[in-house]
């Protein structure tokens, strides 16, 4: 059974970090792009971080630009999000998501990622 699990989440004063992994199991995805979601209650999925299979390309959704950073250790099949200078307006639940298809990338096109964590929560108080 393929997982996606994130963890790392928690509560954090604005201005504070927080560092997510995202740990895979029953596959590797060494050959997939890897990426962040997050939602916000009453507000669409988003794509915050996306990064290429080899690591060589990251893209951030403008909001975060600057302040995270996504990065990929293959040997140990996990995926982090480096978050700093947080803000209330990044509190939400984030997910982690996997791409499907071999050495793709869709950078933050949602439906080009298959697999899906379940999610851990992020909030941030001001």
């Known amino acids: 059974q393929v997982q996606l699990v994130e963890s790392g989440g928690g509560l954090v004063q604005a201005g504070g970090s927080l560092r997510l992994s995202c740990a895979a199991s029953g596959r590797t995805f060494s050959d997939n792009a890897m990426a962040w979601f997050r939602q916000a209650p009453g507000k669409e999925r988003e794509c915050v971080a996306a990064?290429?299979?080899?690591?060589?390309?990251?893209d951030y959704a403008d909001s975060v630009k600057g302040r995270f950073t996504i990065s990929r250790d293959v040997a140990n099949k996990i995926v982090y999000l480096q978050m700093n200078t947080l803000k209330p307006e990044d509190t939400a639940v984030y997910h982690c998501?996997?791409?499907?298809?071999?050495?793709?990338?869709?950078?933050?096109?949602?439906?080009?990622?298959?697999?899906w964590g379940q999610g851990t929560q992020v909030t941030v108080s001001s």
């Open positions: 998501a996997a791409d499907a298809a071999y050495r793709g990338y869709s950078g933050a096109f949602e439906k080009a990622y298959e697999y």
């Open positions: 990064i290429n299979w080899n690591g060589l390309r990251t």
